[in-house]
């Protein structure tokens, strides 16, 4: 909501800045830094009687037992940490409405308007690009020139004066102000996703036992939130668009312009729900998925500035996202929420951040690439998480088609542990891979 102070640069021009997106991630995630900063050890003290029962040496083996001994006076929950951070950060910073336009022109000799749901879309007539007049001055200003595409008439002539298409300019203040459809997204997701986790811990510590929701209800969970981010992108004209669009990486062009209703709900699905899933076994040794999460946090933050600017897009050849780019304003919270926790949740941890935070952070990361149209790069992004996930899909399907274990144990953190590795090491050296994962992923926009 501070975003809004830009509007009283004339009383203190400082407050320009509020309008910029950079502005705000780096306020943003210094926000969310602090805010879980302090509020984590009172949280810690309230989650002390809070206990996580530890797998015994009957469910993961004598010697895996042995390493985690002492674990089971750490409190869990402490995701909580993270999503007050982050809720925080978010409403404060995220600039929660976007403004849509209507575009006019003169290509065929008469005035039409027609909605202006992305900088990129195109004049129904002619056939070229449409830009925003961002200072509504009425004048083809060189800065719009060059941050908001061509235009085919001089700048020095006033849009009323001018007889040619100007690549459908904006030509009067026709515009509304619609909710930004991907910042509301991300939220429910995020707190939906919360809301399992934290039935999930609940039975978990009421029960006293490892075994917490069980899994069809976890799932059924995912699927509800999953339609409910459905419902709201395809709902708003900011949106329905573009997410009916598929890309997968290393390609330049669009693979699917507008896919079937199904096709996308599946989709989304499977990144929401292996996502969530992939951070929750990741999230079984001290600062391992937080550390890691990170990394992807960084990654998916770029990614979502690229694809909601204009010229960013338009050199590396992707759809510009109008709105999309608020995301990173969301994605910087993240970061510093994580960095936060890591604070306290490194070894040895003073607290476990449980399902609570584990599957909202998996949801959140999923839904923000889905939405950046970077569902695909997660593969890449957060290989980390496909390591792991993977890791527990062939060690138990291996083990049911032959009776053999491919690793020592699953997910492979644990096979590391067992093979002599320090828990430390073993997190450190994921660390190190998740941000080679996440350049790599970073470099996929280019290399197309």
């Not at 926000?31 to 879980?36: W, Y």
Request: proline content about 3%; aromatic content about 10%.
């Amino acid at each position: 909501m501070l975003s809004y102070l830009a509007g009283f640069e004339e009383v203190f021009g400082p407050f320009r800045l509020f309008q910029y997106i950079t502005f705000r991630a780096m306020m943003a995630g210094l926000t969310a830094l602090l805010v879980g900063y302090c509020i984590a050890p009172w949280i810690i003290k309230k989650l002390a009687g809070v206990k996580q029962p530890v797998r015994t040496s009957n469910e993961v083996g004598e010697e895996l037992a042995g390493k985690h001994n002492g674990k089971e006076n750490t409190p869990t929950m402490g995701g909580i940490i993270i999503i007050l951070a982050i809720v925080i950060s978010s409403l404060m910073w995220v600039k929660p409405f976007q403004e849509i336009g209507y575009v006019q022109h003169v290509c065929i000799g008469e005035s039409r308007s027609f909605d202006l749901s992305s900088v990129n879309s195109y004049c129904p007539d002619c056939g070229k690009k449409a830009v925003y007049d961002s200072d509504n001055d009425g004048l083809a200003d060189a800065w719009e020139h060059l941050n908001h595409g061509t235009l085919a008439h001089s700048g020095e002539k006033k849009i009323s004066e001018s007889e040619t298409c100007m690549d459908a300019y904006l030509a009067s203040r026709k515009t509304k102000m619609v909710i930004n459809a991907y910042v509301l997204t991300a939220l429910i997701v995020f707190l939906g996703l919360s809301v399992v986790g934290f039935l999930d811990d609940y039975l978990k510590v009421s029960r006293k036992n490892s075994k917490g929701l069980p899994g069809r209800y976890k799932i059924l969970g995912q699927s509800l939130v999953a339609m409910i981010a459905l419902g709201v992108l395809l709902s708003s004209e900011l949106s329905a668009e573009n997410m009916r669009e598929i890309w997968v990486p290393f390609y330049r062009h669009v693979v699917m312009e507008s896919a079937p209703l199904w096709m996308v709900g599946i989709l989304l699905f499977l990144v929401l729900v292996g996502s969530s899933n992939a951070i929750n076994l990741t999230d079984g040794l001290d600062g391992l998925a937080t550390g890691c999460t990170v990394s992807v946090a960084l990654a998916y933050g770029v990614m979502a500035y690229i694809v909601g600017n204009f010229v960013l897009s338009d050199t590396l050849l992707i759809e510009q996202v109008l709105g999309v780019g608020e995301l990173a304003v969301i994605c910087t919270s993240l970061l510093g929420a994580c960095l936060a926790f890591l604070w306290y949740n490194s070894a040895p941890a003073e607290v476990f951040m449980g399902d609570t935070g584990s599957l909202a952070l998996g949801g959140l990361v999923g839904v923000i690439a889905f939405m950046v149209q970077q569902p695909f790069t997660l593969v890449i992004v957060g290989g980390i998480f496909v390591m792991e996930a993977l890791s527990v899909i062939l060690q138990v399907g291996n083990y049911k088609l032959n009776g053999k274990r491919i690793l020592k144990m699953a997910p492979i953190h644990h096979h590391f542990e067992l093979n002599g590795w320090a828990e430390t090491k073993v997190v450190i050296r994921f660390w190190i891979l998740s941000l080679i994962f996440a350049i790599a992923g970073l470099a996929s926009l280019k290399i197309r």
